[in-house]
């Protein structure tokens, strides 16, 4: 196992300090002294998803270290994401009962079900949406039933194009224009275009309980969530800070963890390298434990060390900016366990249209195949020349 990576500017490593489990005060205070550029400290809070959780961290012994302004800010920031978090929990145990009332089988993750299985309080886990695992059979509806409260899908398609949609994709985002909730339907983990096996889905899913707003609900098991969310960072390049703390906070809240269960799950949908990456990136940056089999295993993965030294590159670059689709091709394919996988995954990532090559060309709907002649020339002109992010 490579050392621990240290950040290159005491500004970052407050952040490092700020999204581990265990708040090192006196550590603190001694970087405090060194932080000068508290600009760059707003920056990086805010895109790593842990301004909230740096006031909390801050307001008690070392307010008075922090310049006032940025502490209004801070604060500011740590408001905003409480109100949010508590809306958004009513409006899960809302959208929960009303799917139950109609017999509609769905189950939510993440978001303030998160923050509750890593007992954080609602408003330190910064989320815009809710997602919520569904049947893709009863997408019509819950169509209908979230309609009587305002929820509208986000996608404007035609038939066929929800036909390919359902086919291809794995999620149908709605919002709701009055208030601009949004919430994630989705019925696979993780995206086809992954060419994964499907992970935990609402049909096969194990379950844990956890308490909200007085209430037990279902969610993932902690087994089948740290395989969710090692995907999850995966997908995105672990570009925030915060999806990090989320597996750290998930390994050391549940000490009963099925570490075999795990394993075994994560070779069964051959994600294990994009297990192992999380799990190496969690103890490397986080010092979260992990078992003397999984370090084991991580260091017999030279490509899980080379996709570290990668996500730790870019992670506190002030420079580096959205990440380019070939970048995030090439991260994806290698974060694979076969190259046949990589292989179907390239080529349907190039050749599979999208919602957004839909809405960027109009065909009459009987032209739906002709979308198959858009999607790899707009992803060749737009993507790859253009270095547009997906």
Known sequence: MAANYHAPTPEAELLLLCAKRKWDVGSVQDLLTCVTDWDSVLKLAGRHGLAPMLYWRLKDEHAARVPAEVFTRLRTSYLHALRRGILYERELIRILDLLDSRGIDAVGYKGPLLAAMTQQQV??????????????????????????????PQRDLNPSQWKALLRFDYEAPMARPSDGSLLDLQWASPPRFLSLPVGPNVEDARYATVKLGGREFRTLCTEDLLLVLCSHGAKHVWDRLQWLADVAGIIETSPALDWDAVLDRAARWRRHRMLMLGLAL??????????????????????????????????????????????????????????RDAAVYLLRLSATPTPGDWGAVTLPEWLMAGYYVVRPVRFFVQYVFGRRSL
Request: no cysteine; net charge neutral; charged share 35%.
């Open 282 to 339: 969690a103890h490397d940056l986080l010092e979260t434990p992990l078992p003397e089999r999984v370090l084991r295993g991580i260091q017999a993965e030279r490509a899980v060390g080379q996709l570290a030294r990668a996500v730790r590159e870019r992670l506190f670059d002030p420079y580096a900016g959205e990440t380019g689709v070939l970048r995030m091709a090439r991260f994806h394919a290698e974060a694979m366990d076969r190259w």
């Open 123 to 152: 408003g330190l886990r910064d989320f815009v949406d809710l997602d919520i695992l569904i049947r893709k059979r009863d997408l019509p509806r819950i169509f209908e039933a979230l309609g009587e409260i305002g929820y509208r």
